[in-house]
């Protein structure tokens, strides 16, 4: 089975991407590689953001890997938090004592959203792939809609506030399975599958 370096700490998403992979590849992150540097996220686009992790990855182990940049989009908002998703309530302080970034996060974008009739969004991942000094973008999206309020337990993120369009469930309702037969980051990490695929041929 073929490894693949996911530049990442982040477990919720390893676990999304293996779901999706299935047993064609074993996804290993940074952690399984005890790299433990920070990995710079300073650029000001998605799509920026996921070739620059990718590059210094590449750079510091010299070896093929891909990372990923997701973000949540919201049209009434005009475009925020987009790049800064995993960030945003920390660019404005809102941050409350030992409550975890993700709720904070949320905290603020229904108070931003509050009264407010348009509330289109949409998720957007962008994956970056650098293979043999090569680099390649595969993007994914899914549109949707925030509540008002949280509902279910599961995902991570934004994922209890976001409803994909022609759907009942929020993210956070359904299962991980469920997730990823339709998921912004299943749609990017499966164009990647597809081309690795090819590129074997």
């Not at 996921?50 to 891909?66: E, G």
């Not at 043999?132 to 509540?147: A, K, N, Q, T, W």
């Amino acid at each position: 089975m073929k490894e693949l370096l996911f530049a990442t700490h982040n477990q919720n998403k390893v676990s999304e991407i293996q779901d999706v992979v299935g047993s064609d590849f074993r996804i290993i992150s940074l952690d399984d590689l005890d790299f433990n540097e920070p990995i710079p996220e300073d650029e000001p686009s998605i799509e920026a953001n996921a070739m620059h992790k990718a590059r210094y990855v590449h750079n510091q182990l010299n070896r093929d890997c891909f990372a990923d940049d997701t973000g949540l989009e919201v049209e009434a908002l005009r475009g925020e938090p987009g790049v800064f998703s995993a960030r945003y309530a920390l660019l404005t302080n809102e941050v409350f004592p030992n409550e975890e970034i993700p709720e904070a996060n949320i905290r603020k974008l229904l108070r931003l959203m509050h009264g407010v009739k348009n509330r289109k969004a949409c998720f957007r991942t962008v994956i970056a792939l650098v293979e043999d000094d090569e680099e390649y973008i595969f993007e994914g999206r899914v549109s949707g809609e925030i509540l008002n309020y949280k509902r279910g337990l599961g995902g991570f993120g934004y994922d209890p506030v976001f409803l994909p369009d022609g759907y009942a469930q929020t993210f956070a309702e359904m299962s991980l399975h469920e997730k990823n037969k339709i998921s912004h980051r299943a749609q990017a990490m499966s164009q990647l599958i597809e081309f690795l695929h090819g590129a074997v041929k």
